[in-house]
């Protein structure tokens, strides 16, 4: 019989978003209990929002580092188990380092790191760590995502020869236009967020959709990127020509000035018998297409999804679960792994993931800056 | 500062899928935390789900009796406050009764009785409690319905003059075309189900969303409906000319033997300025149609909705929320009435809303009893 | 191998619209040539127009009469073969008859006649002249609608057990709000309109798509009119319950105050096994229900399509044809018809449908006076 | 008052389906007549063909040059005035080229020529001749695709910055997996097909709409083909990177292996105050996307649409128009060309946009050929 792990939170407090995301996920199915947290580094405001949220203040802490050595002193079945990291970018790398060395399963936000060399280093303390490390690329939570993942691995499409991959945004724009605030918003400074804007930030998501839906690894890349502005040095747009395994191509679309765009991650996936089509925006439908047939919609919760996609439906067909419901099923495969129960490979996403994903972003900068030059991805 | 509320929870236990909808909607905005329940009838089942959601097992109850009786000897500031009432329909009635006699706030799931007259009972047993009573009209809790409500409000559509709303599901069929089952389960039975299947089950949502998002009264009807059999006694489809006042008329539509369709419930409102398109499967669009000028198609969470619309998102535009979601918009207008914090009369249904329902409910079967002739509902 | 069949066209000068579809059906399969016309009761006019259109003038007549005169003296393999009337509504019956009786083929617009009992005369004067009758209900000529007729035929659905009909325009909201524009507008005046607006106009559409899709007939109705305003005499806006065989019921609803609709005709039809959704917009996307396989999606122009919907697509599947090829491929039918070549009954509608029709506009006129009761159609 | 044209038409007899769309497209606006034609290169079902469907036998020719020189013998108001060019690919050059030196207008399918070379060299040979050529890029006739060119040219997206333009197909399936087969069709025979089968075929298609909605020249190009099998010498896939001015810059991808896709041409167009997406294959709804109102959908036939916009619908809202109307409105506006009627430059495409096309073809052959490099168009 389960007892509720104990959880962890670093960030995410105040109006944070990605804070309710992971303390509504961790909910859903009746797995976590948050019995501590740093939710912000301003001690004042880290005791307010517990209260607000009514998570006991004995085990609220001062700071990173006073948790970790405070929770070290506690029996280990009082302890947090799995702590979330919900910081700004550059703190997932020591912090995630910090709790794999003492032993504690990790839950991460994206991105992982802030360069490949950080990714490895942190993959080299996981292998010896031997604890359960997640990735938050919630959008293969989804039920169709898992889907077309098991109907792929099943053969259904036959041979993949094509694959066309999106995530358009548009909410740069009021940025980028304005001279004065696209030269002082921290999104677009590289000494704050990183090598890259777009494909660090959203491209990154369809890379990992990509490799987590057909099984198979991007092996080179050619990217093209978009500054818009001569004054701008991030990317807020990047098209990528994608190689993977014999004869199998593609293209990874993104941009962060798509206007009118929401949250348009997609995908495309072209094989020998059969195709898919998918939209982040329209997750319940998963559209699978022939050449010979009429095009069938597939939706969740019924008898003819795999056992993968039906592990993440809790309703009826009809009643439509969202991206809270698509990282709760994240958390459900932690919490499956943490409690050494048999889960599926597909249930989350791993530090191999992570490792990938910086491993492409690097990639499409150096192609960038080469003049759209391939480039090898690391096997 | 919020404190969490002490939420009892009365069935919902095992695989109850209403139990999981009410409990993660409470925990969503971090409002509730479940302190007593009866999940089952059979104790050491009801024991066992407790631990199996790892909720403290010293208020789980060996029967709603028990429970009334133990948490009224705990300090006020203890005892649940508002209880779930998540049991088989007949007993909605009694333990709502017991619950408002004795000054809880009651959550009840619908239909709120099982017929008017003890609706009538119902009420006036709240209107001497003066607690909060809330009847989980899940859908009303949808941004973009809520967004409907607010523009006909504000005129944005003009007069309405023709209303047409739908609720089709298929799920029936699998029963009702076997002699043997339909003539056995429960929900066909009348003497178990009461006097309506498909108006009584989901009919009555449709009738709730028009009288919702218009903000009309529904004064008469006239329904028509369909057995199927010869030898099946209750309703599987029924369709209902509506009439408003002034000129104001439509249709209400409603089948269990909608081959194929999964929980297809939708609305359709046209005045002399606009018309609203909405379903409830892809709850996140509206469209928002003119003679004149393009279809819009609102979305949640821009600047451009209602301030009732965007107390209900929690993510920005393109993270679809869903029916998770909803319910949780539910329980947090709860959570605002039992505190005394200030909220719009669209964040719960009400009362009335489970009054006017039954009233509904009768009147469709005495229409249809009597050849199809007008009936009219009460004020 | 066949030469162009000569037509004659009565009405559709200037800029009438329905001119325009007639005139490109007939040439879009190359069987037809018109040969003459009155196209206006301005002798003028209709010369300017037949030089505009550059159809010889040596066969445009100054009037309908002199017409049928001047085509009996030419010798019968240079005289008009079938002549379509185009004219307004009170002269469809008068002219269809005398075509009739002077042998004339004939393709009539809808309504066919202003009451049942003109219907059932012309019926009469069809069945003595032994020549072709067809009557433009547009809307089956699509594909996808021939389609469901032959799945349907074909057992595929299984027993019917509900069918929805939907036509809803926007367009009257315009005249109707406007007391001046509704007192003097002809559509609004029952001397110049006839007895029905809305549903003489539109619903008959849905009620002739429901019999040519399901192969029932509809056996009884009822029917509640709105008038919107105290001083407007004709309906403009009906819902109508419909009763088939055997438990089969169902609603056609048809509205011409439907804010914002355009040309909103649609049809859902329920199964034992299966179900439909198609809609006149989309007209080349049918969608195929099951309670527990995916959803369908059948498009023209595919081998998996029956025979009568691909004798009436012309090029291959994604190149959207629409309601010019829908009218088309009933000039397509009727073509084969006087060429005494062999045609499925689905290719065009007759004198029946146009009988039915008028059955069925009275019937609805006569339940909503009598206090919306139930109304017998004949056999 | 306009008299028909005198349309002459080279190829497209037989089950041709482009002889279909061409001859419907001449018919629809009452603007031409065929009056002379090869439609086959066999005489005798070259005059079978012309009985079939009806065409006088008198000026149906043994062969193209006999067509040219017995139509020069007739007096100038007799002759043909316009010719489409409906033959196999090698043929338009030739043909086209011979038309315009006889002082004939030319209506020539895509592609215009098998090389840039031979597009200069018609080019110089229409300047000569002074008489209308026009490419039937058919696409670009649909309404809301013309409806796109203005509001571009009037400013309302403002300033472009990311195109976005899609062709796929998967028809070439069943051929390219089947080793025998996909060595013998001609259609993947560079001798026989040219140097490109998708970009050539369709690629140039999404190439044309870009530049035509966008009213911007595609400067440079970097293309990335895909043969999928060592043993096949055409493109069946290709993805290229595009740039505009000033840091505008885009994609265009297109595949014939893209399983299950029909005709799956569109575009999308992010500007800095708003952005389009529309698709060929629901030709008659354009989404009008903003940072920060609703999304806007666009039909045909409303007030609100451009003046080129409405020229291109003839009946009201709701009634669907498809390819037919599209191909028609491209004849619709070369037979005001050729009557010297005034005409907006979007009403047909011209020489230009066929020179253009073939430098686009080649730049993409020589990009991908060269590992990927930019190739700069000609100005």
């Not at 993977?244 to 949250?263: F, L």
């Not at 067909?317 to 932690?334: K, R, T």
């Not at 994903?357 to 990639?363: C, D, K, L």
């Amino acid at each position: 019989m389960p007892k509720k792990i104990r959880l962890g939170i670093l960030g995410g407090g105040g109006d944070s978003l990605i804070g309710v995301l992971h303390r509504v996920a961790s909910h859903i199915n009746d797995n976590y209990q948050i019995v501590g947290a740093v939710f912000n580094p301003d001690f004042e405001q880290n005791m307010a929002f517990a209260k607000e949220i009514d998570v006991p203040t004995d085990r609220i802490y001062k700071d990173f580092d006073t948790m970790i050595e405070e929770e070290m002193k506690l029996p280990e079945d009082e302890r947090i188990q799995v702590c979330s990291v919900l910081t700004p970018n550059f703190l997932h790398f020591p912090m995630a380092l910090k709790l794999l060395e003492n032993g504690f399963h990790v839950i991460c936000e994206k991105p992982m790191t802030t360069s490949l060399e950080e990714a490895k280093k942190l993959q080299a303390a996981h292998e010896k760590a031997g604890t359960v490390f997640a990735l938050t690329h919630t959008y293969t939570g989804y039920p169709m995502v898992r889907q077309m993942r098991e109907m792929i691995k099943n053969g259904e499409l036959g041979r993949i020869h094509k694959v066309d991959a999106v995530y358009y945004q548009g909410w740069i724009n009021e940025i980028i236009h304005d001279q004065e605030k696209r030269s002082s918003v921290w999104r677009l400074d590289p000494k704050k967020a990183g090598i890259s804007s777009c494909i660090g930030d959203i491209g990154v998501h369809a890379f990992n959709m990509v490799e987590y839906t057909t099984g198979l690894k991007i092996k080179s890349i050619l990217s093209d990127f978009n500054y818009l502005y001569e004054d701008n040095q991030m990317d807020v747009d990047g098209t990528v020509l994608i190689r993977m395994s014999d004869h199998v191509k593609g293209v990874i679309r993104s941009s962060q000035v798509a206007t009118g765009e929401e949250n348009g991650l997609g995908i495309a996936i072209y094989g020998e018998k059969g195709a898919f089509r998918w939209e982040q925006e329209n997750p319940n439908y998963l559209y699978v297409l022939s050449d010979t047939k009429p095009t069938q919609v597939y939706k969740p919760g019924h008898a003819y999804n795999s056992e993968l996609s039906l592990g993440g439906t809790k309703l009826p067909p009809g009643h439509p679960e969202g991206i809270f419901d698509s990282m709760a099923n994240i958390y459900l495969g932690v919490a499956k792994a943490i409690r050494g129960e048999q889960y599926d490979s597909g249930e989350y996403p791993t530090m191999t993931d992570g490792v990938r994903g910086m491993n492409f972003i690097e990639a499409t900068v150096e192609s960038n800056k080469n003049g759209n030059t391939w480039v090898e991805l690391e096997d």
